[in-house]
Nanobody
Framework: QVQLVEPGGGSVQAGGSLRLYCAAT????????MAWFRQAPRKEREFVAT????????YYANSVKGRFAISRDNAKNTVYLQMNSLLPEDTAVYYC????????????????????WGQGTQVTVSS
């Protein structure tokens, strides 16, 4: 069974940058769409970004478009989230997610579309 691990995260001041990564073990993610979600205290888990299996296409939530970039290295079985111009409202636990099933749609953005999740990593942005 594939496990997703997100060892990154951390604290940064507003305007700063962080890079998260999600490493998969126990199997390959190379044929599957991947995504990042986040959950702030007392809020629902929300979609952040997704990337197709080939890495050729990406899709972002409006709140992070132009500031965040999702990428993947299938040879390393790893997905990345580069976060720039961070805002205090970006503070949340960030989760990596994988959809290990056939995918007919171009993008998947609902948490229910993804069946495998990492443990989450805390990102804190101070003003």
């Amino acid at each position: 069974q594939v496990q997703l691990v997100e060892p990154g995260g951390g604290s940064v001041q507003a305007g700063g940058s962080l890079r998260l990564y999600c490493a998969a073990t126990g199997g390959t993610i190379s044929s599957y769409p991947m995504a990042w979600f986040r959950q702030a205290p007392r809020k629902e888990r929300e979609f952040v970004a997704t990337i197709r299996w080939s890495g050729s296409s990406t899709y972002y939530a409006n709140s992070v478009k132009g500031r965040f970039a999702i990428s993947r290295d299938n040879a390393k079985n790893t997905v990345y989230l580069q976060m720039n111009s961070l805002l205090p409202e970006d503070t949340a636990v960030y989760y990596c997610a994988a959809r290990f099933k056939s995918s007919s749609r171009t993008y998947y953005t609902r948490a229910a579309d993804f069946g495998s999740w990492g443990q989450g990593t805390q990102v804190t942005v101070s003003s």
